[in-house]
């Protein structure tokens, strides 16, 4: 059945060391998104891309890097320049156009830092 | 600036009993309201939703209220249950054909039996 997969479940990243957070979706929606999560926040909006070969920075993008190569996939790479990469990270997506289009999640990667 | 506040980050509820969370927004640059329930570990999953131009959505247990005026919204689960123990995030997308989502930071409802 549908839905979106996000691996690993957890995930250790050295210092300066670039690790990528997989997203894959079976839906077929044309929107995916990757949220960040930290202890008493919300979701901060790092990227999100509406078609293929094409996304946009969200609130919080410094450090981070994704690519939309196909409708399925959306990887995000963590860069060693971003300083502060411990955090819950979710994948979503959703279809397009007018109406509410809810946004599908994954379970999440949680990603530390040895 | 956040554009979607919750401004109560936990709230206990007695099994039986009403439970109100509230979200209140500053940008109205919105045109679709989202509820959201999360449980430990696992993502969000989508609860229920209202347009801006409606001030009431109902499905099942839950209902959304929308005062545009006060730009605020309300979510009421009626009967509480325990299962519904879960943070609830409120979220508003913008209306401008981006498709991007704004999150609260949501509320910790416990509710006991």
């Known amino acids: 059945d549908g839905g979106i997969t996000q691996s690993p479940k957890y995930l250790f990243r050295k210092e300066g060391q670039n690790v990528t957070l997989s997203c894959e979706q079976n839906l077929n929606h044309d929107a995916m998104y990757w949220y960040r999560q930290d202890p008493g926040q919300g979701l901060r909006l790092i990227y999100y891309?509406?078609?293929?070969?094409?996304?946009q920075k969200g609130d919080i993008a410094e450090g981070y890097s994704v690519s939309r190569e196909k409708k399925e996939s959306f990887p995000l790479t963590v860069t060693s320049a971003q300083k502060n990469p411990t955090a819950f990270y979710l994948c979503?997506?959703?279809?397009?156009?007018?109406?509410?289009?809810?946004?599908?999640f994954g379970d999440g990667t949680r990603l530390s830092i040895l | 600036d956040q554009q979607v506040k919750q401004n109560s980050p936990s709230l206990s509820v007695q099994e039986g009993r009403i439970s109100i969370l509230n979200c209140d927004y500053t940008n109205s640059m919105f045109d679709y309201f989202l509820w959201y329930k999360k449980y430990p570990a696992e993502g969000p999953t989508f609860l229920i939703s209202?347009?801006?131009?409606?001030d009431k959505n109902e499905d099942g247990r839950f209902t959304v209220f929308l005062n545009k005026s006060a730009k605020h919204l309300s979510l009421h689960i009626v009967p509480s249950q325990p299962g519904d123990s879960a943070v609830y995030f409120c979220?508003?997308?913008?209306?401008?054909?981006?498709?991007?989502?704004?999150f609260g930071t949501g509320t910790r409802l416990k509710v006991l039996a």
């Open positions: 979503a997506s959703s279809t397009r156009g007018e109406g509410n289009q809810p946004q599908h």
């Open positions: 209202i347009s801006s131009i409606k």
């Open positions: 891309s509406q078609i293929v070969n094409d996304f």
């Open positions: 979220a508003a997308r913008v209306t401008s054909g981006t498709y991007k989502y704004i």
